[in-house]
């Protein structure tokens, strides 16, 4: 394809360090998309004649044919997929399809595939957050009213409900999905017609092969578009994201199922056994799910390092822009997956869930604010009453509720009998009324706005 200028053809390890088809063949439906919009384009500018036009097209469309059927050939001396494609085309109709790549380079046709093909990767994240989010809605109004501690410094804070716990993650992959919106809209400019990097001076219309390629406009600046590639970096960081709050979510899940706590059972289909230890029932799935963030956040990292230091315009450190984004989506996927299907068959454990949320005084807030409210006490000093009685209940190993009212009393004479009324778990999420809070009701309020947002019932 270059072979003109050279007088001896490339070393092995020159081929093999050159050739990217072992995993650009990814894009070859994009390619070819690409090349039936440019050759169309070209027709209707006059630059290539109708006839070659026809049968450039109905040769890549048996390109495609065959790529469907057999999947892509590798072949180290075409480097990569834009040449394989070229190539066979050439095999099947003659040197006709070498008017394929007038006003064209693989430097803007690689850039217009790439974004091509993270496009489509956002949908399917999307539609996979999408339904993640409905298996956490789902639950979440099972357990709207079921009460278990909230933890700060995986202490025992304040009880909240499970409702609440999970739509946290709702929230998360909200954001998340909208990254990815955000991402996608950026993107969604056509680098085609940018050639190798100063343009082209072929009458070409780029507004024509912006729109078959679904794109809204094309780029503004021929150098930034075949060396941009930060719709590979907004598509790893949005994916770095989502990982991390997934990873949070698996790390959950191996705690919740770990015998001290026992807040889930882990359904059969996302456990494992040990081959030594009979009883073992391991939270593999979700222990991948946090490792694989590991991978994606490193997929982001590559590739922000591989970007740094170019100067403009095209560096062949561009190919490696690709594996980063394949194994990052890839993982991501499989992870998503995996967690819908987790959050969707877990047993949640709501009776230890309570026991815990009464063993851990975490009602003692409550009893400052009662303190507050009903007797005018400052916040501070109603805090180290409070401390008092927590202390108290401690050396006498029983919950704050069943403290009997002398004790408490002589801790401080003007708690009276009322205030049983807020040391009681359900008392304490019930009274978290503010916008947001654990309360039932406020909890249920939101299930129903995010039902509505992502088009649930
Ligand atoms: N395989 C190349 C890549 O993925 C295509 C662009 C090659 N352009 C060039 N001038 N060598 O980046």
């Given at each position: ?121 956002i ?52 954001r998340d999905r909208s990254r990815f919106e955000d991402a996608r809209a950026r993107m ?46 907004d598509?790893?960081m949005a ?219």
């Amino acid at each position: 394809m270059w072979g003109g200028r050279f007088a001896e053809g490339p070393a092995a390890v020159m081929r093999e360090i050159n050739a990217s088809i072992p995993f650009d063949k990814r894009l070859w439906r994009q390619d070819i998309a690409g090349s039936r919009a440019h050759v169309a384009m070209l027709a209707e500018q006059g630059i290539v004649s109708a006839g070659d036009a026809t049968l450039i097209a109905d040769g890549l469309a048996r390109v495609a044919a065959e790529y469907e059927a057999d999947g892509v050939p590798e072949d180290m001396a075409l480097e990569d997929i834009h040449m394989h494609v070229e190539h066979r085309l050439a095999e099947l109709i003659g040197p006709v399809a070498g008017r394929l790549h007038t006003a064209r380079s693989r430097n803007d046709q690689v850039a217009t595939d790439f974004r091509l093909w993270v496009r489509d990767a956002i949908d399917a994240v999307d539609e996979g957050l999408a339904g993640l989010q409905r298996a956490l809605v789902t639950r979440a109004e099972e357990h709207a009213d079921s009460v278990m501690p909230g933890f700060t410094h995986l202490q025992s804070a304040q009880p909240v409900t499970l409702g609440h716990h999970l739509m946290a993650y709702f929230e998360m992959i909200h954001r998340d999905r909208s990254r990815f919106e955000d991402a996608r809209a950026r993107m969604n400019e056509c680098p085609l017609g940018s050639a190798a990097l100063a343009g082209t001076g072929f009458p070409i219309d780029r507004e024509a092969t912006a729109e078959a390629l679904g794109f809204d406009r094309p780029t503004d600046n021929s150098l930034d578009a075949v060396s941009d590639r930060d719709f590979a970096l907004d598509y790893l960081m949005a994916a770095a994201t989502t990982a991390i709050h997934l990873s949070r979510l698996a790390e959950e899940f191996v705690l919740w199922a770990s015998q001290p706590f026992g807040f889930v059972k882990l359904p059969d289909a996302y456990s494992t056994g040990s081959s030594i230890m009979p009883q073992k029932r391991n939270p593999d799935a979700a222990e991948l799910v946090r490792g694989h963030a590991g991978r994606i956040v490193g997929a982001m990292t590559a590739l922000t390092i591989t970007m740094k230091g170019l100067p403009l315009a095209y560096s062949k450190d561009m190919q490696d822009d690709k594996p980063p984004v394949f194994e990052a989506h890839d993982l991501l996927a499989l992870s998503i997956a995996a967690m819908t299907g987790m959050v969707e068959t877990v047993t949640f454990r709501t009776d230890r869930m309570r026991a815990a949320a009464e063993a851990g005084f975490a009602t003692a807030t409550d009893l400052a604010d009662w303190l507050v409210r009903e007797a005018g006490i400052p916040f501070r000093e109603a805090h180290h009453i409070t401390g008092t009685v927590v202390k108290r209940a401690e050396a006498d190993g029983v919950a704050l509720d069943a403290l009997p009212l002398a004790v408490l009393q002589a801790i401080d004479p003007r708690i009276d009998a009322r205030v049983f009324a807020v040391l009681g778990i359900d008392a304490s999420v019930a009274a978290r009324t503010s916008h947001g809070g654990t309360a039932p009701d406020q909890v249920r309020q939101r299930i129903a706005e995010a039902k509505a947002a992502i088009g649930m019932e």
